[in-house]
């Protein structure tokens, strides 16, 4: 079985030190792919997406190793362009290796990307982006095709903000010929890092964290290293693990100046927080204000990835809260789970009505990432015993997140089995 046992009741306390941050350090290994040497990256988090893409980077010819957690990126010899559909339907974000194939191999093939079942998430943008440096596309039932001789600059416009979308524009506009101007780009922490790694490498990018970024193309990059930067959606699952216990915990190394939105909405429901000396203080014994209207929107505003495990905290809080999703169509997936567990949450399309009150423990299913971190903070609330089953999803984003709770006092045991295992082969 893939399952975690927790016994919930009991208030969080203590410190803890958060893993790397999973959405910096994807875009940063398929950035990697842009110079034929080694690249490395600091304290990497060891979770199942990242293990995934270094799957993929083997495919393709590059060499990987890892030194404790230093995840080493050897790319002189990954001269592929082709990526399975065995690797792709793994992991929405493998859409992202594109540009950089493509920039350095002239073609590239990928399966159609897969990933959490939480919405739509098309490639539309991708695709766009790719067409606007140059590229030729062919798109079969199953696969990607790209091709062009040299990317050169462009100017783009997104429609609308989308990270990946701006991810890739960055990632093809290094390399290209002549200048790129970006538009309306997504502002969000993980493009920052981004920026900065591939100026680390040589680069020459303006304006990361702008919605205008400039990119002046280079024909080489060099190696580097890249520490990186402490997950802000782990910082944040932890927070709303405290809060749904009414605990009182520390965040050793919490990114601070990322999770601005969301410690506002904790500070509404009554929790209190410092940072000091690089630490973030959250005491959530006083958690006890619904919050009246929420919505989800892009960074600055309230991360969509947060929602799922604000929803367990608010199924904690007494009074109604009303929730709005604006990113993910079926980012409420997890709603018939936690009633499981007695929370009275109604969802009317976008919207979902929490009415707080009591939980108690029972055997529930994680279908998606975010979705079952959720369900671990509402067993942690609950009165009495859980069961959280298809614990793989979880193990996609957090690194050791049974363990990092039991450090907080919570009642935790876990039953890896094969199943977080078996599709990797390293």
């Not at 995840?71 to 990526?83: E, F, I, N, P």
């Not at 695709?127 to 590229?135: K, Q």
Request: glycine fraction near 12%; charge should be neutral.
């Amino acid at each position: 079985m893939d399952e975690i046992h927790v016994i919930g009741g009991k208030c969080l306390h203590g410190n803890i030190t958060v893993q790397g941050s999973k959405n910096t350090v994807l875009p940063l290994m398929s950035g990697a792919l842009l110079y034929r040497g080694i690249s490395v990256l600091k304290a990497c988090p060891r979770i199942t997406d990242v293990f995934y893409m270094e799957e993929i980077l083997r495919a393709l010819g590059a060499e990987t190793w890892w030194e404790d957690h230093d995840l080493y990126l050897d790319c002189t010899h990954a001269d592929g362009s082709h990526v399975p559909e065995t690797y792709s339907g793994r992991m929405r974000s493998s859409i992202i290796l594109l540009g950089p194939i493509l920039a350095r191999n002239q073609r590239a093939e990928i399966g159609y990307p897969g990933g959490c079942v939480i919405g739509k998430r098309p490639v539309d943008l991708h695709l766009y982006v790719l067409r606007c440096f140059g590229a030729e596309i062919k798109e079969e039932a199953k696969k990607i095709m790209v091709s062009c001789k040299k990317l050169c600059g462009t100017e783009i416009v997104f429609s609308k903000k989308s990270v990946g979308a701006t991810e890739q524009a960055i990632l093809c506009a290094a390399l290209s010929k002549g200048t790129t101007t970006l538009r309306n780009c997504a502002r969000e922490p993980e493009i920052v890092w981004l920026c900065r790694f591939l100026n680390a490498m040589g680069a020459k990018i303006e304006g990361a964290g702008e919605e205008c970024i400039c990119i002046e193309g280079t024909e080489k990059l060099c190696g580097t290293k890249m520490q990186i930067p402490a997950d802000r959606i782990v910082t944040g699952t932890y927070l709303c693990a405290a809060a749904a216990t009414r605990g009182r915990i520390v965040i050793e190394n919490a990114p601070e100046g990322e999770l601005d939105a969301f410690l506002q909405v904790y500070r509404k429901m009554g929790g209190q927080y410092e940072w000091n000396s690089g630490k973030l203080i959250a005491d959530g014994s006083q958690v006890r204000f619904s919050l009246p209207f929420l919505e989800t929107e892009v960074y600055p505003g309230f991360p969509t990835d947060l929602q799922s495990p604000l929803l367990a905290v608010l199924a904690t809080v007494p009074g109604k809260s009303i929730i709005k999703e604006n990113i993910f169509e079926n980012r409420f997936k997890v709603c018939n789970e936690l009633c499981k567990m007695g929370a009275d949450i109604r969802v009317d399309g976008n919207t979902a009505v929490v009415c707080g009150g009591r939980l108690h423990g029972n055997c529930v299913y994680a279908e998606e990432l975010r979705g079952g971190a959720a369900l671990l903070v509402a067993a942690l609330a609950a009165e009495g015993s859980s069961v959280i089953r298809g614990c793989s999803f979880i193990r996609r984003g957090y690194e050791d997140i049974g363990g990092d709770l039991k450090k907080l006092g919570g009642l935790i045991t876990e039953d890896i089995g094969t199943v977080f295992y078996e599709n990797i082969q390293l």
